[in-house]
């Protein structure tokens, strides 16, 4: 499982070559793994601040901040990956190969984990990547929580990272959605990312990921609050991508539709307007630009005398937002970030119900029960009241009868995997979400201060 090849410099022929792209994605069962990414915002730890450098704020690139961190981990293993100069990332090698660290717009720190087999070894990383960046991150006097959506601070006191490709996006997103700044500075996400055997297998999946993302949304929801106080939804971050860019995020409707393919999915992404292309290391910003009309030799200012790319075509595909994104594999995107036994029962959920044939065609057969204009519709029901939204028999039935298949599922591997479910069952049968244990604290405890949130929440400890 890796994302399509780097600076691919090959032109493109045909669209044929596009849907290679994503065919080169099948792999035989045997071959399937597991990828999980978690994202965390900083935060400034109260006992270590000083001067400007506020209790709980999030850390600037510089100084003390996102960019020593990173220095403090670059060695052997981790090597420095940089834009225009500044260190945005890290990529893993030796023990670390296959992993990657890379920076949100607002600096969320993000682990792309390796592919790997079972979700234990999805939990050994997760552990061994927190108290990885635990030590330099106290140095520093900096914290991480993986929350929704950034409980306190105001989108302008976020700070944005020297990445090219989001200085792009910046001025991008008010031209398309009134909350995709937002989206940018003040969300986090877990998600996971698995493998299909054929064009099949992938549609499959997809319609069935697509249908049932709202529930993930409901379960994961860990986002009720927005600058220190409640917002009336659980998951801020679900509602903040409702109006950040509707031509490339949430539901499309061909997705669902019989006959979707390899092809669908590049005619679907041919139409999303651009973002950039790189040329000689260099992120040029050709923001609403179409690819389609690139293809076709039609003249777009930012794009004169340039040649599309298969590399150019790889580099699209990584600006498409949709709840389940296609590439050399399937990511499951509609989940907040949570504590690591959440994040870890969120790719538990998916890796039971697709990495077993016979679970799957049920799965399948459970969700055509309801037409999938109820599951879009359902996306944004769950903003608010997560498992409480409206739906046909009750979602809490629903995820029952769902856990119950991926239990099913993981049984089937027989890796003594199922375990990992049990904080999602609990909500099923009626616990709160994480959402409500916060909302619980902060009418009690916390006496309605939501700064408590950061610490409670902290995986650097």
Not at 217 to 227: C, G, H, I, R
Not at 399 to 411: N, T
């Amino acid at each position: 499982m890796s994302n399509p090849g780097e600076s691919n410099t090959a032109p493109i022929e045909n669209k044929a070559q596009l849907i290679d792209v994503l065919a080169k994605g099948c792999k035989p069962q045997e071959a399937w793994r597991i990828g999980t990414e978690h994202e965390k915002f900083g935060f400034r730890l109260p006992e270590r601040a000083r001067g400007d450098l506020k209790p709980f704020a999030p850390p600037a690139y510089e100084p003390e901040g996102i960019e020593a961190l990173l220095t403090a981990l670059e060695g052997p293993d981790w090597q420095a990956i940089r834009d225009n100069g500044h260190i945005i990332g890290l990529k893993g090698a030796g023990a670390h190969k296959g992993r990657s660290i890379s920076l949100e717009p607002a600096g969320q720190f993000e682990l792309s984990g390796a592919p790997v087999r079972t979700l234990q070894e999805t939990e050994q990383e997760m552990i061994a990547h927190f108290q990885q960046i635990s030590g330099p991150a106290r140095e520093l006097g900096l914290g991480f929580a993986p929350l929704g959506f950034q409980p306190l601070w105001p989108r302008d006191a976020m700070p944005w990272m020297p990445k090219s490709r989001y200085a792009i996006m910046r001025r991008y997103m008010p031209k398309v959605g009134r909350r995709g700044l937002d989206m940018m500075t003040r969300t986090c996400t877990v998600q996971v990312n698995l493998d299909f055997s054929s064009e099949a297998d992938m549609a499959r999946k997809m319609r069935v990921s697509l249908a049932l993302q709202p529930l993930i949304t409901a379960l994961m929801a860990n986002s009720p609050f927005a600058e220190g106080k409640p917002t009336g939804r659980l998951s801020n971050r679900a509602y903040i991508w409702l109006d950040t860019d509707n031509q490339r995020s949430g539901q499309p409707t061909p997705f669902f539709e019989e006959g979707f393919g390899f092809e669908r999915y590049v005619d679907w992404a041919l139409d999303v307007p651009m973002y950039f292309v790189n040329r000689d290391g260099h992120n040029l910003d050709v923001a609403g630009c179409s690819f389609r009309k690139w293809l076709a030799g039609e003249q777009q200012e930012p794009l004169m005398g340039l040649r599309p790319t298969l590399g150019d075509f790889e580099d699209h595909l990584t600006t498409l937002f949709p709840d389940v994104r296609l590439k050399q594999f399937l990511e499951m995107r509609g989940a907040d970030a949570g504590n690591p036994s959440m994040m870890i029962a969120q790719s538990a959920f998916w890796v039971g119900l697709f990495y077993d044939p016979d679970v799957l065609a049920e799965v399948e057969q459970l969700v055509k029960e309801q037409p999938w204009l109820q599951y879009q519709s359902l996306a944004e029901l769950v903003v608010e009241k997560a498992m409480d939204a409206p739906f046909l028999g009750g979602l809490r039935p629903l995820a029952k009868r769902v856990l119950e298949l991926s239990e099913r599922g993981l049984k089937a591997r027989n890796y003594g995997e199922e375990y990992y479910l049990a904080p999602l069952y609990e909500i099923a049968d009626g616990a709160k979400t994480q959402a409500e244990r916060w909302l619980e604290q902060y009418y009690g405890a916390w006496r309605e201060d939501v700064r408590p949130i950061f610490q409670a929440a902290d995986i650097s400890l």
